[in-house]
């Protein structure tokens, strides 16, 4: 029996990754004058991850990398006026519409009748706060926790503390790294739910495969999981 589901939130209940890909495009136009696309884009994914211990996930702290893989591209001699398009970069993405994607309010109007929903996700705390109230989804959710890292040590410590057991906790998402694995590790159970971009941080080098691993091709095959049937 499922006591607890646990949804991802960017990229699995409403798209975000798409945003990224857009900004990217623009950032390398930008600093075209520094480096061709690719070069541009390889250093501010080096810059990004070098940056995740210390700044963590999200779009304020992406910005902060784009500037400083722009100083970086520049040898420090980037204009001003560029610096401040990037800044503006940071701030568009920060406004972005927030929609649920296909299925997802109809799986969330289902599932929370009989069953206990919360949202465990990555990134700033008021940025994700921010993208929950403007999905209208926050009313399935009886908690949305925004962690630092997804690790098998941040699941435990979630389902300790809502005094649930590794076998009786689903979680849903989008990235098999972050959202699917560290759950199976701890003795949860995973339904993994593919998005059309993956960052390339959360790809794994190899598939998994374990007894309480479900993969479906979109949100709505949640509902015909053998817990809810």
């Known amino acids: 029996m499922i006591d607890l589901i646990a949804f991802d939130a960017d990229d699995t209940l409403w798209g975000n990754e798409n945003y990224f890909y857009q900004t990217q495009n623009e950032y390398a136009q930008i600093l075209s004058d520094y480096g061709c696309k690719e070069a541009v884009l390889e250093r501010l994914h080096s810059t990004e991850i070098k940056n995740l211990k210390l700044y963590g996930y999200g779009v304020k702290s992406y910005t902060l990398s784009m500037i400083e893989a722009a100083l970086s591209l520049s040898f420090r001699e980037i204009p001003g006026e560029l610096i401040a398009k990037i800044l503006a970069l940071g701030a568009k993405m920060l406004t972005e519409p927030v929609q649920p994607m296909n299925q997802v309010q109809d799986v969330l109007e289902k599932l929370s009748h009989n069953h206990d929903l919360i949202t465990i996700t990555k990134g700033d705390l008021l940025d994700q706060n921010r993208k929950m109230k403007k ?6 959710f009886s908690d949305v926790i925004v962690v630092s890292e997804k690790n098998d040590e941040a ?6 503390r809502k005094k649930i057991q590794p076998e009786n906790f689903l979680m849903v998402g989008n990235s098999m790294k972050s ?8 003795g949860g159970y995973g339904a993994y739910v593919p998005y059309q971009y993956t960052w390339d941080h959360e790809q794994l080098a190899e598939p998994v495969q374990h007894d309480k691993l479900f993969e479906l091709k979109d949100m709505k095959e949640i509902l015909d999981l053998k817990f809810f049937n």
């Open 135 to 140: 999905s209208g989804l926050e009313k399935y």
């Open 155 to 160: 699941y435990q410590q979630i389902i300790d």
């Open 179 to 186: 959202d699917i694995l560290p759950v199976l590790n701890i």
